[in-house]
C-alpha cells in the first residue's frame, strides 16, 4: 500500500514537471518564472545534487524537500488560466 502512494506521489511530481516545461515554451509566461521553471525542471532531472546521495538519508531528503517545494513556487509564479490550459492538454493525452 505504501509503495502505491509513492508511485503516485512520483507520477505526479512527473506530470508537475511535464507541466512546467509546457508552460515553459508559453510566450505568456512572465521571465521570472520561465527562469525559476527551468531551474526546477533542470534540477529534478539532473543527475547533480545540491547533497550528494551516497550520504546516508541527507542525501534524498534534498530531492523530497528542494524539488516539491521548487515545484510549488514555480506553480505558484505561473498564472493559473496558463496553468489551467496546460492541465486540460496533459488530461487528454
Not at 507541466?19 to 532531472?45: Q, T
Not at 539532473?46 to 551516497?54: A, H, K, N, Q, V
Not at 534524498?60 to 516539491?68: A, W
Not at 517545494?69 to 490550459?85: Q, T, Y
Amino acid at each position: 500500500m505504501k509503495f502505491e502512494k509513492l508511485k503516485n506521489w512520483v507520477k505526479g511530481i512527473m506530470k508537475t514537471i511535464e507541466l512546467l516545461k509546457l508552460a515553459y515554451k508559453d510566450p505568456r509566461v512572465p521571465l521570472f518564472a520561465k527562469i525559476f521553471s527551468g531551474m526546477v525542471i533542470a534540477y529534478a532531472l539532473s543527475p547533480i545534487d545540491l547533497i550528494p546521495d551516497f550520504i546516508p538519508i541527507i542525501g534524498y531528503l534534498d530531492d523530497l524537500i528542494i524539488v516539491p517545494i521548487g515545484i510549488s513556487l514555480a506553480l505558484k509564479m505561473i498564472p493559473k488560466n496558463i496553468l489551467d490550459e496546460y492541465k486540460k492538454k496533459l488530461e487528454e493525452k
